[in-house]
């Protein structure tokens, strides 16, 4: 069996691994967008309306045999499309709430290289250039085609493959249907065994039940985001959260905006406001979820309410909804949103991406990042090179939309609403596993710093055989 890390390797985004078996079966484990790199490049398509140049995968996407989605984010699902563009044609598994949170990401995906082909071809129409790598477009033709190959799988039952594989999906926290991955394999008279951790939640998160902890396997690839460090927020949510608003839109009389990725860091912000106004004595200043995504993801939500935690299922059956309040508006229209700007009293607007790496998000920065009464609350994980990660790292000048624009607002991070668990959590997940059983331990998805301290932080409690996978590498397990 061989092992080979194609994405997340030292570093956050990109997920892609793929298992190999003596048989020749072959196991996509996500197939990621990488976040972090910038991809784009000149090309000269023969055709404008694009053309795929060259295979975008380091692999044979018809040799793929399955392809098993541990959650629904970009950054493990974003270019799955382009594996079916590329010749694949088998199934993809993943927990039934997976299925229809990716659809939203993914056509939102779509929808953005729709606008940046337009914008590229626009911008170059006399020399027919588009700048933007081409090969690495889809649109919703293409996400329709990979939506209908979606198969639904329970957690917690064993789900045969082959006579010679199997996997089990263990729900892991971090978001609705997020799980990790355990995988029996029978080789030469001998059974193995393998868990890829997927993206690990933390324990009491806002309507997420707590990570469920592995059986003990042969083989650990264990994510390492926040593996240097503990969470530094040890309010509760709601705590942080209304401390935030009482400086910003009470005290100051401000705008208060808040970057968060439409599906699941939204959810958990809209839930925990709606707890505040039902339990503390906030003004009802309103409150803007700007987001189309954010509101079809909240609809995903209470489908599956009866997966939430337990808190969130009672507050359900008690109010009839989780996220729908007075002064709680959800805006659709992008005049609409435009329009928030001439909004003058105090309010929130929540609105996406997290990072501030696009999105709407961009123009409500824009427009009160010189605003001394403005504050911008960060509340998650900012790779390096996006608006977030300088913001939160004390930049005293940003570009935003192409204008560079002094930080006269105040900026705020709360950490408490961070999906990933810290490094005691991570600890706490590896701790399931016995160390003289465990054969090898592979760190993905973090930054070097993370995963060297993680690292280290294992060996301390008696781990071995900890490896940091370069991309590319492959390992005989």
């Given at each position: ?150 198969v639904a799988i329970p957690t917690n039952q064993k789900f045969k493959l082959t006579d010679k ?291 280290e932080k294992l060996q301390e409690i008696g781990y071995k055989n900890i490896a940091m996978p ?8």
């Open positions: 069996m061989k092992l080979t890390f194609f994405g997340a390797a030292q570093q956050v985004t990109g997920s892609m691994y793929l298992l190999e078996l003596e048989d020749n079966y072959k196991v996509l484990i996500d197939c990621g967008q990488d976040m972090e790199k910038n991809r784009e490049k000149d090309v000269i398509p023969k055709n404008p309306k694009l053309k795929m140049s060259q295979s975008v995968f380091p692999f044979e996407a018809s040799d793929i045999d399955v392809v098993i989605l541990t959650h629904a984010h970009i950054d493990h699902s974003g270019r799955l499309p382009l594996l079916y563009k590329e010749g694949y044609e088998g199934q993809i598994l993943c927990t039934t709430p997976t299925f229809y949170l990716s659809n939203i990401l993914l056509h939102d995906s779509a929808n953005l290289n729709q606008w940046k082909l337009k914008k590229a071809l626009d911008n170059n129409k006399n020399t027919r250039k588009a700048t933007i790598n081409t090969d690495e477009l889809f649109f919703g033709k293409q996400v329709e085609q990979t939506m209908d190959r979606f594989i199997s996997v089990t999906f263990n729900q892991t926290g971090h978001l609705l249907g997020a799980a990790n991955l355990v995988f029996k394999i029978k080789e030469g008279g001998e059974e193995k065994s393998i868990c890829f951790s997927g993206d690990i939640g933390r324990y009491d998160y806002p309507l997420l039940q707590d990570p469920s902890k592995p059986p003990q396997v042969d083989y650990l690839v264990c994510e390492s985001t926040y593996g240097n460090r503990n969470h530094s927020n040890r309010e509760t949510p709601e705590q942080a959260l209304y401390r935030v608003i009482k400086k910003a839109c009470v005290e100051k009389e401000g705008r208060l905006i808040i970057p968060a990725f439409s599906v699941g860091r939204s959810q958990a912000i809209f839930y925990t406001l709606n707890k505040l106004y039902q339990n503390t004595d906030l003004p009802k200043f309103r409150i803007y979820a700007d987001s189309p995504m954010a509101i079809e993801s909240s609809k995903v939500y209470e489908k599956f309410v009866r997966q939430l935690n337990k808190e969130a299922r009672d507050f359900f059956d008690e109010n009839d909804e989780l996220f729908d309040f007075d002064n709680f508006e959800f805006v659709q229209d992008l005049k609409r949103s435009k329009a928030l700007s001439n909004h003058y009293e105090p309010c929130i607007i929540i609105s996406a991406s997290g990072m501030i790496s696009g999105g709407r998000v961009e123009n409500h920065v824009k427009e009160n990042l010189e605003n001394s009464k403005s504050t911008i609350c960060i509340v998650g994980f900012c790779a390096e090179g996006s608006i977030g990660h300088e913001l939160m790292n004390g930049a005293t000048e940003v570009m935003v939309k192409n204008k560079m624009l002094e930080v006269r607002c105040h900026i705020d991070v709360l950490d408490c609403f961070s999906a990933h668990g810290d490094q005691a959590d991570l600890i706490n997940f590896v701790k399931s596993q016995a160390p003289d059983q465990l054969k090898n331990i592979f760190l993905t998805h973090g930054e070097v710093s993370s995963m060297e301290a993680f690292k370069m991309k590319g590498e492959e390992f005989e397990l």
